[in-house]
DNA sequence: TTGACGAAACTGGTATACCAGTGCGACAAT
DNA sequence: ATTGTCGCACTGGTATACCAGTTTCGTCAA
């Protein structure tokens, strides 16, 4: 698709370097749930969503059967769309497949760390505490997920870096659950980057495997202390 | 030649159990590549796969960019689909998912192992067994992906059981990579597995763990190195 | 013989129309 | 007033037609 779109009035806010239509509505849609804007249980439909976003239902289709395959939406036909929401189940089992990945992944990594991997992390640290300092706490939360995913990506495997990009937009679905973002958290999970980091760079497997799993459990406690108030769900 | 438009028969065929059409192409065309008679380089066509399924463009198409999204196929528009086969590389990185993954799995599932797992274990052995002994080796490799999921299903863990899920196409693919299925693969790989779960009924992680890892590191080395001698336990 | 050029025969991507279910509300019969 | 029923207004799912590229190949000119 042309950079100039487009005919209908709604050119999408996001400069998107998206190739296809269907590409496009996935990201959006998907965007929309991860960022709270359409909260569990909201009712979509492919009409709407086709006209919000200015094109026809099919893309629109398409994008919603990928989304309903990685569990954000469930689909009834003859019925409609509700965006799924994440029990305290899940966000257990959540965690501990990031255990398993990530602790993986650090353990590997501190063997096999290069002078590029170690750049990458140090620079990646420091725009994490850059942007604690000035207390933008929705990019400490880009940053936060970003570096999670660059350990992955160091290990050079692609097939777990895929893997932990799925997780990538369920974390902020997981985060979202607590409400707005605190600063505190940030303030303890930012020098358990630095721990980890610290082990990887001295090469330390065990150590930063200990880390990760010790950062792990700590964002799993903020997040399910946080979940004391009274929900009205069935 | 055009397409001179389908002579559809137009019954929708063999009565399926799938809930929609494109639920049944997603399947079909899976199947077709997982089981080896879409070889890699093999060039698909979304209207000679809506021919041969009796079915309309729309279904196979939203099947195809489901499996695209899965790794199974590439599309490039204006041009083909192509089914994309396996690296050596890809292979490596699957099976240190696998190890990351199943290497987690038993750990954990070694502390929390209950009477009900238990004897699912003990039935999977004796099946796997009885297939081995019956030379039903296509049932082997059934039973052996199933094996491997058993363990996550008994962990408990869904987003660890859809990961895995998600790797049972995989491997049946890695193993068609080396062609016809051999019998000494599963007299090594049996044993193999029956020596996990001894050290899981024994409670037993470390050892579990380690069996687990020896048994991917075996498995991966089978099909790297294609040798159908079996060789000396360490 | 050879080269370039263009029409045709494809490709996936999208829009539109239509279908078959579903739920709910209005209206009618009691 | 209650209740049963019909119908309309939705839903997702599918088929069809069309679009804009890409590739192929035959034709025609040099």
Redesign the pocket.
């Known amino acids: ?2 950079a100039t779109l487009s005919p ?1 009035p709604a050119p999408p806010a996001t400069a998107n370097g ?7 509505a996935y990201e959006e849609i998907k965007r929309l749930i991860v960022t709270g804007e359409f909260p569990p249980d909201t ?8 006209q919000r976003l ?9 994008a ?2 990928r989304i309903e395959a990685e569990g954000f939406v469930a ?7 509700v965006v799924r929401g994440l029990s305290p189940d899940d966000i257990l089992d959540h965690y501990e497949l990031r255990e398993a990945l990530e602790g993986f992944v650090v353990r590997r990594l501190a063997a096999r760390l290069d002078s590029v991997g170690t750049d990458a992390l140090r620079h990646a640290l420091a725009s994490q505490e850059k942007a604690l300092a000035e207390g933008d706490l929705a990019r400490c939360l880009e940053l936060d997920a970003r570096f999670h995913l660059l350990l992955a990506r160091l290990l050079g495997n692609r097939q777990i870096l895929a893997a932990m990009d799925q997780l990538h937009d369920r974390i902020r679905l997981v985060i979202l659950r607590v409400g707005t973002l605190h600063r505190e958290r940030f303030e303890e999970s930012v020098p358990e980057h630095a721990a980890i980091v610290d082990h990887l760079l001295a090469g330390d497997s065990a150590a930063a495997e200990t880390a990760m799993l010790e950062h792990l459990e700590a964002g799993k406690r903020r997040i399910l202390l946080r979940r004391t108030e009274p929900h009205p769900e069935p």
Do not use: D
């Open positions: 698709m042309p209908p998206s190739s296809s239509l269907h590409q496009h009712f979509l439909s492919e009409r709407q969503l086709a200015g094109m026809s239902k099919t893309p629109v289709h398409i919603l059967k689909i009834s036909p003859q019925q409609g769309i």
